[in-house]
Structures are given as structure tokens and as C-alpha cells.
């Protein structure tokens, strides 16, 4: 086998099916190898930022390991923004790219870039290999690596002539680590017992270790109020009475109140960003802090932890939640607090009814939520709709919920629903975007026609950039600078350009039919949703301000009138 | 119109081994950076597959913050702090 077939049969060994590509120069030894092979099914992109964003979709969605291809040079540049997205979100990713013959490494060849030098900051590790016979057990380490620990994306960038050198190394065996050994307990039970107001507050690290079903388990055996980052939505499932929602800039009133009082704060999973905590210095003010997390480089970074257990989030939740079936916490007055702030500070604005009312946002994401089945995957980009959806949509597991967390790509919904589509062929997928967003990777509406895919696109057209707009409106005295895209296309006949159907509704009336068409329809379908220009994000914490200082629309005119931020 | 002042920068030594593999020193160097110190000193010295890398650093920032982040690199072993010392420096 030459250096290619290894690379198609360390696939097969791993059960890797589907990787999404571009072909070029430098790799065209992996596409001709493609050619003769039967267990890989490539999915073609129309730029190489869908297809890192696409097998970033595809991780999320299916909890395994997304493979992106491309070749030297641009291809490799343009899955920069790609992989820096897996890498921010801690997304399991085997990169691939060709490189330039090794002898011309370094001569400025045609379609050469450094691409080892350039991508080290958004990896977990990469390589650039220099012998074909490195290749197999490159291949087995990078594999393993990208999913193991706390996961991210790793890169191999490999020269063409490696690609065409028969190796005959085989790749060495794996042996299994085995369960890992629980950490001591006994001092976070004796907190937890000792806390008159302990709160839950969950993060992406519950669905990256696979720990979905276990923190189910002890949410609801512990029966803690929770709250949940952006990438912790739908850990505690859309029927939960003990969780608050959203923390954080644009979360609930009651989950911030709950942080603001709580005495005792369980992290599982998440790395206190400055999205969710808002001021550090005024976050959780009262609290003593427990962070479970896989990653010892999280624990005690932005915030000094009082107790810190670094470790497999399965084997430390399994482990607690046994300890509190057997004497359950005595917190009956904090949760019938919680409770309360959720029913007065939750997000359960009263829909407007009046039927011919310009349609909202959380509107509009209410009624969605309503209609598409409980296993339907939402892809958002990046803006307003994307809180929206964070907001308002019940989500009962956290890979239904696609969203960019730490890099907030936009431009990242389409492709990523593309990915989550391929991981759940039989199920719904929808991607919710901005019409800002959605113009970001509009050329793989392509794709979608290319292989027939069933996923549905839902565009709320607001006509300018809206969370811009939006912090310009509060925070910069309302002087709006780029933010208008009121020369958008016709994005009907655009879609129906690339023979995918497309509605267009405005009105409040219209949404369920609306939803309800996409939804019956055998095939992709988009759904052109207008909204008001005007449409804010409530409630709104000022970037770098305290979380107890959250603006909601009440404020609003006050803030845009007096507030000036330099 | 800052008026210059004195300003206390500690100062640290840090020890790694380190595989040589390809961009090692850059991917070394990108973190340290990345995290908020800057090198006043490095040695390195080549035995091997393997690097021994001695470094001075300067930095406001925890230093163990930093340690933690050099430790999740795949290719760096044995991470040790040695001697932390306060280096007066002037600033503008």
C-alpha cells in the first residue's frame, strides 16, 4: 500500500465511513486511491470551509470523530476558520491536507503554505510527516488523540510524494486505558451537604465525555437547580423543573439570580467563559466552587476553584449520584426558590396572538419548538437567531442543539447541518440562521442538492447584521456603522436556483403553516422568515459589565439614548 | 504621558523535555507566548528524538496556569518549575 491506502484503511480500521473533502493538487494521491475504494463515502463540499465546518456538524450531531480532506495552499488555508471552530469547542477532528513534494518544502512552490506553523494555535496536535512508513502509526496516534481526554482536532499534513511511497510499517495496536479510577468524593459530598443554596452549572464537557445519560441521572437524583452554558443546553432535558436555563449574557433573569445567590456552585463540564460569568470579579459572589472537567488546565484558570476533581465525567457523576440516592439533599426551600425565579425570570414571554403582527424571533423559535419532533437537530450561526434558539427552543439533548460556542462562526449553520445530517440520516435537521450567516456558506445549498439531503433551512431575515446592530443600538449610542444588508438577494429564488424549494412568510398567522410545509416536505426545503429590523436580544449583558446588571427592553430606550461606550 | 514607574515582573525557570518532532519549538514557544510570558532566556539542547529545553520567563500571569497548558501539549514531558524570583523592570 502507498502512503494514500494506509490513510483509507487506518479509515476502515476505525469505522470511519464518511469524510468531507475538496480535492487539489497536492492530495490528488488520496482521491485517486478513493477512486477504487468501497468503505469511504466522500462527500464533496463547494469550499473547504464547509467541509471542515461540515465534519465539525457531523462530530457534534453523532458523537464521533468528523474527517475533513483538502489540498495544500488555499485548500488548507480555507480550512482554517473550520478547524479553529472544532478546536475552540473541543470538537473531534482528524484534518488532512496535501503538501507541496518534500523536496519543494520550502522553495515557495506553487500552492505551498506552512501549514504545520500556521495551524498550531487551533490543534491538539499535528503533524507534518516526512516518511511514508511514519504514516500508519501517525494515523492510529492522531485518531486516537483527537477523541481521547478532553477532545479537539488534530492535523496531518502529508507531502504528495509520501502519498504515492509504498509503506510497510503496519499500525502498531492500540492497547485500551481501561476505567479510569474515581476521585475521592467524600469532600465534595460533604460541601454539597453542608450548601444551603448548591447549584448546578453544566457545560459542553457533558456530551464531549459521552456523559449525557449519567448527569441525567444525577440532576435528577440529586434534584439541583441547574443552569447550562451555551454548549450545556439540553443536558437536563426539556423536562426538567429544576432547570433554569441559559446563564450568562444573553440568559435567563432567574439563572443569573440563581449564580448571583447560589452558595455552593457544582461546575461539570464548562470553562467559566467570559460569555457565561460575565465579571468575574462579581460572579457567584457567595459561592464556594466545585469544578469537575476532564481538562486540569480548566480547573482553576479563570476562577479558583474550592475544591477541584479532575477526572471521566461518567465514573465521578455515576459515583454521586449513588451517594445521594442513598441520602438525598435537604434543599427543599432553594429549589421552591429557583422554581419561583423561573416562572417570574424565565423565557415565557406571552406570544403575540394578533395574527397579522410582524413575526418575532422567539416567536417564531416558540412555535418551531412546539412543532418539530423531539429528535430534531438545530444548526445555528452566529447573531441574534442564534440566542433565539437558546432562549426559547426546549431542547432534550445536547447534540440536538449545533451551535457555535467559543469561536462564533458565522457562516457555521449550513455546512454543520450538511455534517449533522450525514451522522442522523433518518432524523430532522434544521438549520436556523440570520440572513448575515447564512450568506457565509451559501454555496453549499450545492451540496445540498448534490445529495438530495432532507434538511430544512430556516432564514430569520432581518436584513442587516442584528446582534451588531443590536450592541450599537445600546452600547455605542445608536450610531449604526456596516450593519445593513437590505441588498440581499431573493433568497427564494435563490434557493430554488439550486431546485430546493422555498417559502416566504411575514406574518404571525403564517408561522405554523409555515414550519408545518418545510417540515411535510420530502426533500430540503428553506423557509424565508421576515423580521423586524428593530428586533432586540432581551435580556442583554453589556460585554465586560456584571451579570446583575442585565438590560431588558424596559431599559431600552434609556440605554440607547444615554449610553455611550467607547 | 504615562510617567515611567517600577513595576514588579516575576521572573521564572522552567524545565521541559520535549519529542523533536517538526515546529517543536515553535509549538513550545507559541504557548508561552499565547499565555502571557515572554522568554528572557532558553536553551535547548538535543539528545536524540528528544529536546531538553530550559527556559527564564517573565510574566504577570500565574505561572501555574501557564505549566498546566505546556503540560496538555502531546509532545512535552516533565514539566518543573524551578526558582521564582521578582525582576524589577521599568515600564513606559
Redesign the interface.
Known amino acids: 500500500m502507498n502512503g494514500a491506502q494506509h490513510i483509507l484503511d487506518a479509515f476502515h480500521r476505525h469505522d470511519i465511513r464518511t469524510v468531507f473533502g475538496y480535492p487539489g493538487g497536492c492530495i490528488m494521491p488520496l482521491y485517486d486511491a478513493l477512486v477504487d475504494d468501497v468503505g469511504t463515502e466522500h462527500v464533496l463540499c463547494r469550499h473547504e470551509q464547509g467541509c471542515a465546518l461540515a465534519a465539525d456538524g457531523y462530530a457534534r450531531a453523532g458523537g464521533k470523530l468528523g474527517v475533513c480532506i483538502a489540498t495544500s495552499g488555499p485548500g488548507a488555508t480555507n480550512l482554517i476558520t473550520g478547524v479553529a471552530n472544532a478546536h475552540r469547542d473541543s470538537i473531534p477532528m482528524l484534518v488532512i491536507t496535501g503538501q507541496v513534494p518534500s523536496g519543494l518544502i520550502g522553495t515557495d512552490a506553487f500552492q505551498e503554505t506552512d501549514v ?2 500556521m495551524t ?2 487551533i490543534v ?5 510527516v ?1 516518511s511514508a512508513d511514519d504514516l500508519p502509526a501517525i494515523m492510529e496516534e492522531a485518531i486516537h ?1 483527537a477523541q481521547s481526554g478532553r477532545p479537539g482536532p488534530v492535523w496531518i499534513d502529508i507531502p504528495k510524494d509520501i502519498l504515492l511511497t509504498e509503506a510497510h510499517a503496519q499500525a502498531p495496536t492500540r492497547t485500551g486505558s481501561g476505567p479510569t479510577d474515581c476521585p475521592n468524593l467524600s469532600e465534595a459530598l460533604t460541601m454539597l451537604r453542608a450548601a444551603r443554596k448548591p447549584l448546578l452549572y453544566s457545560g459542553g464537557g457533558v456530551s464531549l465525555a459521552h456523559a449525557e445519560a449519567r448527569f441525567r441521572a444525577f440532576a435528577e437524583t440529586s434534584a439541583l437547580p441547574g443552569v447550562v452554558t451555551l454548549k450545556g443546553i439540553g443536558n437536563a432535558g426539556k423536562h426538567s423543573d429544576q432547570n433554569l436555563g441559559m446563564l450568562g449574557m444573553h440568559g435567563s433573569r432567574a439563572a443569573n439570580r440563581a449564580v448571583d445567590e447560589c452558595d455552593l456552585l457544582l461546575v461539570v463540564g464548562a470553562r467559566l467563559d467570559d460569555r457565561a460569568t460575565g465579571k468575574l470579579d462579581t460572579f457567584a459572589p457567595n459561592a464556594r466552587m466545585i469544578h469537575i472537567d476532564a ?3 480548566e480547573i ?2 479563570l476562577r479558583p476553584a474550592d475544591l477541584a476533581i479532575r477526572g471521566d465525567l461518567n465514573t465521578i457523576l455515576a459515583a454521586l449520584t449513588r451517594e445521594l440516592e442513598t441520602e438525598p439533599l435537604a434543599i427543599a426551600d432553594w429549589q421552591k426558590q429557583c422554581r419561583t425565579w423561573n416562572t417570574t425570570g424565565g423565557f415565557n414571554a406571552a406570544d403575540n396572538e394578533e395574527p397579522l403582527a410582524p413575526i418575532t424571533g422567539p416567536a417564531f423559535v416558540r412555535q418551531l419548538s412546539r412543532i418539530a419532533p423531539d429528535d430534531t437537530v438545530i444548526a445555528c450561526d452566529v447573531g441574534q437567531h442564534q440566542m433565539w434558539v437558546a432562549q426559547h427552543y426546549q431542547f432534550n439533548h445536547p447534540r440536538h442543539h449545533l451551535s457555535s460556542g467559543g469561536l462564533g462562526t458565522m457562516g457555521f449553520g449550513l455546512p454543520a447541518a450538511i455534517g449533522a445530517q450525514f451522522a442522523n440520516r433518518g432524523s430532522t435537521v434544521i438549520n436556523v440562521a440570520g440572513d448575515g450567516s447564512f450568506m457565509m456558506n451559501a454555496q453549499e445549498l450545492a451540496t445540498i442538492r448534490r445529495y438530495r439531503l432532507p434538511l430544512k433551512m430556516i432564514i430569520l431575515d432581518n436584513q442587516c447584521l442584528g446582534m451588531v446592530r443590536q450592541q450599537q443600538e445600546l452600547f455605542y449610542n445608536n450610531r449604526e456603522s456596516q450593519i445593513d444588508l437590505d441588498d440581499n438577494p431573493d433568497f427564494v429564488a435563490m434557493a430554488r436556483a439550486f431546485d430546493i424549494p422555498a417559502l416566504h412568510i411575514e406574518r404571525t398567522d403564517q408561522i405554523r403553516r409555515g414550519i408545518e410545509t418545510i417540515l411535510a416536505y420530502d426533500g430540503p426545503m428553506l423557509l424565508h422568515v421576515a423580521i423586524a429590523r428593530e428586533d432586540n436580544v432581551w435580556p442583554i449583558v453589556k460585554p465586560g459589565a456584571s451579570n446583575r446588571d442585565m438590560i431588558d427592553e424596559s431599559q431600552r430606550t434609556a440605554k440607547s439614548s444615554k449610553e455611550h461606550v467607547a | 504621558m504615562n510617567p515611567q514607574r517600577q513595576t514588579d515582573t516575576p521572573s521564572y525557570t522552567l524545565t521541559c523535555q520535549m519529542s523533536h518532532e517538526a515546529a517543536a519549538l515553535e509549538r513550545l514557544c507559541q504557548v508561552v507566548r499565547i499565555r502571557g510570558f515572554r522568554i528572557a532566556r532558553m536553551a535547548v539542547e538535543s539528545a536524540g528524538d528528544e529536546l531538553a529545553i530550559a527556559l527564564t520567563l517573565e510574566g504577570t500571569r500565574p505561572i501555574n496556569m501557564l505549566k498546566s497548558q505546556l503540560e496538555k501539549l502531546h509532545t512535552v514531558g516533565d514539566v518543573v518549575l524551578g526558582v521564582h524570583e521578582m525582576k524589577q523592570t521599568k515600564t513606559a
Open positions: 504545520l506553523g498550531l494555535g491538539k496536535h499535528s503533524y507534518l516526512d488523540l481538562d486540569a488546565a482553576n484558570k
